[in-house]
T-cell receptor
């Protein structure tokens, strides 16, 4: 079975500072994809960033970047220059060997002005 | 450029009634997925459908829940004889083909089901 674990139920960061959200996963698949989704209070699921497991280079999207450690099965999200609009629930997700996305329980990020 | 459309946005039912949730995938997408999000939880996979076919229903509860994606019209998630434990947000996602993750799934805004 595939699992995704987010060990930080809540995190907070000061505006303009950097924060890192943790995620570990387990899968027996050799080919898989990892995702971070943002869910603001409006409840939309917004794709933040995607990583292909066979690529060693860490994905980046503007202020968002990941630290992908394949051997450790770790996939953390770094948000630089945090903005008030970054406040949301963040979900780590895994897809491998099927069309199912497996989600973690989420981390609630608060951004303090 | 309409995205994935779900309706209603919020649905209230009394215990024992039926709930029908609708999902229209993005234009050009023929694969639909349903996920359920219980309070304070992440999303959990329920079912994966193509037009007129259920491909994977391994996440569906064995009783009272069913899903379809007809040749014409939206995908429907149907919950019969609802109970309080069915209260959750139900999300639909779509993709153009079997992607294995190479193309991200596009999500709708969800339907929040409340059971009185």
């Amino acid at each position: 079975a595939q699992t995704v674990t987010q060990s930080q139920p809540e995190m907070s960061v000061q505006e303009a500072e950097t924060v890192t959200l943790s995620c570990t996963y387990d899968t027996s698949e050799s080919d898989y994809y990892l995702f971070w989704y943002k869910q603001p209070p409006s409840r939309q699921m917004i794709l933040v960033i995607r990583q292909e497991a066979y690529k060693q280079q860490n994905a980046t999207e503007n202020r968002f970047s990941v630290n992908f450690q394949k051997a450790a099965k770790s996939f953390s999200l770094k948000i630089s220059d945090s903005q008030l609009g970054d406040a949301a629930m963040y979900f780590c997700a895994l897809q491998g060997g099927s069309e199912k996305l497996v989600f973690g329980k989420g981390t609630k990020l608060t951004v303090n002005p | 450029n309409a995205g994935v459309m779900q309706n209603p946005r919020h649905l209230v039912r009394r215990r024992g009634q039926e709930a029908r949730l609708r999902c229209s995938p993005m234009k050009g997408h023929s694969h639909v997925y349903w996920y359920r999000q219980l309070p304070e939880e992440g999303l959990k996979f329920m079912v994966y459908l193509q037009k007129e076919n259920i491909i994977d229903e391994s996440g569906m509860p064995k009783e009272r829940f069913s899903a379809e994606f007809p040749k014409e019209g939206p995908s429907i998630l149907r919950i019969q004889q609802v109970v309080r434990g069915d209260s959750a947000a139900y999300f639909c996602a779509s993709s153009p083909w079997f992607t294995g993750g190479s193309q991200p799934q596009h999500f709708g805004d969800g339907t929040r089901l409340s059971i009185l």
